[in-house]
T-cell receptor
Framework: AQSVTQLDSHVSVSEGTPVLLRCNYSSSYSPSLFWYVQHPNKGLQLLLKYTSAATLVKGINGFEAEFKKSETSFHLTKPSAHMSDAAEYFCVVSEGGYQKVTFGIGTKLQVIP | DSGVTQTPKHLITATGQRVTLRCSPRSGDLSVYWYQQSLDQGLQFLIQYYNGEERAKGNILERFSAQQFPDLHSELNLSSLELGDSALYFC??????????????FGPGTRLTVT
């Protein structure tokens, strides 16, 4: 069975400082992993995805994530936070075949001016 | 714009009533998902369809039902509505139901208010 754990429900950073949003997963198979972002009152938008190619994945808006199999982690990072990054971020795991997709509980990112 | 459309955008109805939410997936996507998002429960997966067949069920109440039609659009039916059903309901679509190609594209949501 697959599962995903987002280790922080809230993260607060100053504008211009690095962002780290943590995600650990559990999967019986080689998983596909995703990060989504949701701005207030909006739908979720795909930030990036890992599908067994390069372990360092680059996404939109300067975000990237590294797949670490030994640590079962897929943390999301950005070198310098921008005010527009304030949103909720969801880590998602999906096993192959016809398994359902599992969302984490979300991490709310606050960016302080 | 994700290419996923949902109607209506807003819906206000009374307790005990029944409503239908509609979703049209992106062109070429065969899998449709429904989610409920509320302040106290967060984002909850309800149900998934793939090419017309139910593929996975999440925390969907018995009062709720869904289906995916031959043209791949989907409807979520909510009946005997309660105040606690007030939430944002999202539809998402993907090419495949799992693994590679399963990244989902979300619609803008339908905000349901039950009074």
């Amino acid at each position: 069975a697959q599962s995903v754990t987002q280790l922080d429900s809230h993260v607060s950073v100053s504008e211009g400082t690095p962002v780290l949003l943590r995600c650990n997963y559990s999967s019986s198979y080689s998983p596909s992993l995703f990060w989504y972002v949701q701005h207030p009152n909006k739908g979720l938008q795909l930030l990036l995805k890992y599908t067994s190619a390069a372990t360092l994945v680059k996404g939109i808006n300067g975000f990237e994530a590294e797949f670490k199999k030994s640590e079962t982690s897929f943390h999301l990072t950005k070198p310098s936070a921008h005010m527009s990054d304030a949103a909720e971020y969801f880590c998602v795991v999906s096993e192959g075949g016809y398994q359902k997709v599992t969302f984490g509980i979300g991490t709310k990112l606050q960016v302080i001016p | 714009d994700s290419g996923v459309t949902q109607t209506p955008k807003h819906l206000i109805t009374a307790t005990g009533q029944r409503v239908t939410l509609r979703c049209s997936p992106r062109s070429g996507d065969l899998s449709v998902y429904w989610y409920q998002q509320s302040l106290d429960q967060g984002l909850q997966f309800l149900i998934q369809y793939y090419n017309g067949e139910e593929r996975a069920k999440g925390n969907i109440l018995e009062r709720f039902s869904a289906q995916q039609f031959p043209d791949l659009h989907s409807e979520l039916n909510l009946s005997s509505l309660e105040l606690g059903d007030s939430a944002l309901y999202f539809c998402a679509s993907s090419v495949l139901p799992g693994g590679q190609g399963s990244e989902q594209y979300f619609g803008p949501g339908t905000r349901l208010t039950v009074t």
